[in-house]
């Protein structure tokens, strides 16, 4: 008999940033593979519009405001999440900020405060809360969103790669602490994806930025950005049992951009 069960049946996972990009379609496709969403965001309009497409679809979710670099937020994420759902088996700490657009010697100090208090410790702050209950709830699987800009530089966001390198880092380090607990912790590096992220602050570049931007881009084997879609199907292979034997690893979702 063929077994047609969906990859996350009986999962519950929390996914923040899904209101918009790339949390909004890991938080679709989880649905759509049977998990229990908690779709998490400081846009609440954006994260129930989210909600709703998921139920209009006939998955099961609901939306939890929080601001991932703020403690108390990720620790009622959590609780609430278990109180609702009787347990915790996955996250994606996906939310995350570009900041501004200006070389390093430039940069304003609140704005990289900023930038690592989202991308850096808004995924330590994931891991911190959550992988007690992931662990209660018999493991699971912790995916860290990171990007390629935490492998190789991009003038203009150097805080940015700075906070990208330090969630592979910890990715890392939480993964080997967690093995012999049956929770594995991996990241995804995604290279330019169709979002209002990547394409919002280009409007603002100076000429010789953008240039460098767009010269890096058309270096990019596959020759087109990736789509959101694309990530989150990663995403699904890191959070299901497919990966059983991955853990501490970083998947570049980039066209090739980084084999050069
Ligand atoms: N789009 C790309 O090209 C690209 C490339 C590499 C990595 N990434 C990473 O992928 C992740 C998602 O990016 P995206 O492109 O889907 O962006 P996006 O801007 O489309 O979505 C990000 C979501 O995160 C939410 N958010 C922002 N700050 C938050 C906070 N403090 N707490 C909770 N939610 C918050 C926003 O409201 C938004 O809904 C980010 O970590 C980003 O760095 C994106």
């Not at 954006?46 to 006939?58: F, L």
């Not at 929080?66 to 759902?85: C, G, I, L, P, Y």
């Not at 990208?164 to 990241?187: D, F, M, S």
């Amino acid at each position: 008999m063929v077994n047609y069960m969906g990859k996350l049946d009986g999962k519950v996972a929390i996914i923040t940033g899904a209101g918009s990009g790339i949390g909004r379609a890991t938080a679709l496709l989880f649905a759509q593979e049977g998990a229990k969403v908690v779709v998490v965001d400081i846009n609440d309009a954006a994260g129930e519009e989210t909600v709703k497409m998921i139920k209009d679809g006939g998955g099961e979710a609901i939306f939890i405001h929080a601001d991932v670099s703020k403690a108390e937020d990720v620790k009622n994420m959590v609780q609430k999440t278990v109180e609702k759902f009787g347990g915790l088996h996955v996250i994606v700490n996906n939310a995350g900020i570009v900041g501004e657009m200006i070389d390093t010697a430039n940069y304003p100090e609140e704005t990289f405060d900023k930038v690592i208090a989202v991308n850096l410790k808004g995924v330590w702050l994931g891991i911190k809360y959550a992988v007690a209950e992931i662990i209660k709830s018999g493991g699971g699987s912790i995916i860290n969103v990171a990007s390629i800009g935490g492998l190789i530089g991009f003038p203009g966001i150097s805080a940015y790669c700075a906070s990208k390198a330090g969630v592979i880092a910890l990715t890392k380090a939480a993964a080997i602490e967690y093995a012999k607990h049956n929770v594995r912790v991996n990241c995804i590096a995604p290279g330019v994806i169709e979002t209002p992220l990547s394409t919002k602050p280009f409007a603002k570049l100076t000429p010789e930025i953008m240039e460098a931007h767009i010269s890096r881009i058309r270096l990019v084997p596959m020759g087109r950005m990736g789509k959101p879609e694309e990530v989150a199907r990663v995403a699904l292979f890191l959070a299901s049992d497919d990966s059983s034997f991955i853990t501490g690893a970083v998947i570049t979702v980039d066209g090739g951009m980084v084999a050069w």
